[in-house]
C-alpha cells in the first residue's frame, strides 16, 4: 500500500472548519484513500473514504486532488470532541486478496480543537 | 446502530499466563481482524480471519497467538504465554465483504491487556 504523509500536529478554533491534508504521491490509480480518526486510545473510527472523486458524508468532506498525489479531509464545523488523531490510509482492492483488509497505519495527525 | 463489541475492557494477567480476548462483531459482517496499539505508539495490525480460517497475519501474529470463532457471533484472540511486551490495547474489527467499491472496517473500543 502508498505510502502517506501527514503533518504531526494542528489546531483549530471551535466552530471553524479543520482542513486536515495528506500526501500520497506514490498512489496507485486502484488505490482507495481513508481517513480514520482515533480519540484518546478509543478504536478508530471510520470517517470517509474515496477513490478520485470528491465525498461528503455526516462527518466530513473529502476532497482528492486530481492528480491523485494528496488530499484533504474537512471538517466543516469544529467542535471541541473532533480533538483527536486522525490517520490517512491508503488502500489496494486487491481482488479476492487479504491485503484488502489490512489497514496499515502511521502517526497520523493530532487536531487539537481550541474554545 | 451496530457496533462491534468487545471484552473484556481492562484485564491484567501475570506473564506467561493464557489470554482469551472476546469480540461480538456486527452481525452480518463476514471479515474478522485483530490489531494492538502498544501505548504511544501506531496501530498494528495482527491478523485477519474469513471463512473460518486466517486470512493474513503479520510477523507480531506468532505461534503465540491463535483466534477462533467458536460459535457464529464470537471471535476470540488467545495468547498463550503472555510477555511483558504483550501489554497492549488490543482492537477487534469486522468489514461486511469485500469489493472494489470498498470496504469499510468497523473497530471495537479495545481490550487493554496489562502483562506484569
Known amino acids: 500500500d502508498a505510502k502517506t504523509t501527514q503533518p504531526p500536529s494542528m489546531d483549530c478554533a471551535e466552530g471553524r472548519a479543520a482542513n486536515l491534508p495528506c500526501n500520497h504521491s506514490t498512489i496507485s490509480g486502484n488505490e482507495y484513500v481513508y481517513w480514520y480518526r482515533q480519540i484518546h486510545s478509543q478504536g478508530p473510527q471510520y470517517i470517509i473514504h474515496g477513490l478520485k472523486n470528491n465525498e461528503t458524508n455526516e462527518m466530513a468532506s473529502l476532497i482528492i486532488t486530481e492528480d491523485r498525489k494528496s488530499s484533504t479531509l474537512i471538517l466543516p464545523h469544529a467542535t471541541l470532541r473532533d480533538t483527536a488523531v486522525y490517520y490517512c490510509i491508503v488502500r489496494a482492492p486487491t481482488a479476492g486478496g487479504t491485503s484488502y483488509g489490512k489497514l496499515t497505519f502511521g502517526q497520523g495527525t493530532i487536531l487539537t480543537v481550541h474554545p | 446502530e451496530p457496533e462491534v463489541t468487545q471484552t473484556p475492557s481492562h484485564q491484567v494477567t501475570q506473564m506467561g499466563q493464557e489470554v482469551i480476548l472476546r469480540c461480538v462483531p456486527i452481525s452480518n459482517h463476514l471479515y474478522f481482524y485483530w490489531y494492538r496499539q502498544i501505548l504511544g505508539q501506531k496501530v498494528e495490525f495482527l491478523v485477519s480471519?474469513?471463512?473460518?480460517?486466517?486470512?493474513?497475519k503479520s510477523e507480531i501474529f506468532d505461534d503465540q497467538f491463535s483466534v477462533e470463532r467458536p460459535d457464529g457471533s464470537n471471535f476470540t484472540l488467545k495468547i498463550r504465554s503472555t510477555k511483558l511486551e504483550d501489554s497492549a490495547m488490543y482492537f477487534c474489527?469486522?468489514?461486511?465483504?469485500?469489493?472494489?467499491?470498498?470496504?469499510?472496517?468497523?473497530f471495537g473500543e479495545g481490550s487493554w491487556l496489562t502483562v506484569v
Open positions: 480471519f474469513y471463512n473460518n480460517e486466517i486470512s493474513e
Open positions: 474489527a469486522s468489514s461486511y465483504r469485500l469489493r472494489r467499491s470498498g470496504n469499510t472496517i468497523y
